[in-house]
């Protein structure tokens, strides 16, 4: 009987070791995971903000290539219409000079 009672002590003593061992790892665990959770955070942190920047300079710079294609469109279309103008100017000018001309005011 007392080698059963000695048994259980040692067992008992064995897992207490095991518990305080097994508690000590868990801590180790938890402080590892709170430092690469810190890191992650910052690198995600500085990841997102180069994202950030390279999609403003992006949207800026297809915003600016719009921008150009639109300007370019609007001024082949002013020009039209301005050549139009003129040609139809040319034609009232060219009457009035020979309504003037011929004495026909």
């Known amino acids: 009987m007392e080698e059963i009672i000695k048994s259980i002590t040692e067992a008992e003593a ?7 061992q097994a508690l000590a790892r868990a801590a180790e665990i938890a402080e590892l995971a709170e430092e690469r959770a810190a890191e992650i955070e910052k ?7 180069e994202f950030r920047e390279n999609a403003l300079k992006t949207a800026q710079a297809q915003a600016q290539q719009a ?5 370019e ?3 082949g279309e002013a ?10 100017c040319n ?5 009035i000079v020979r309504r003037v001309l011929s004495g026909n005011c």
């Open 91 to 95: 034609l009232q000018v060219q009457e």
């Open 67 to 71: 921008y150009d294609r639109a300007i």
């Open 43 to 49: 690198k995600s942190a500085k990841e997102c903000k």
């Open 79 to 88: 020009k039209t219409y301005v050549e139009q103008h003129l040609e139809r």
């Open 73 to 75: 469109e609007k001024r």
């Open 14 to 20: 064995q897992a207490e070791v095991l518990k305080a």
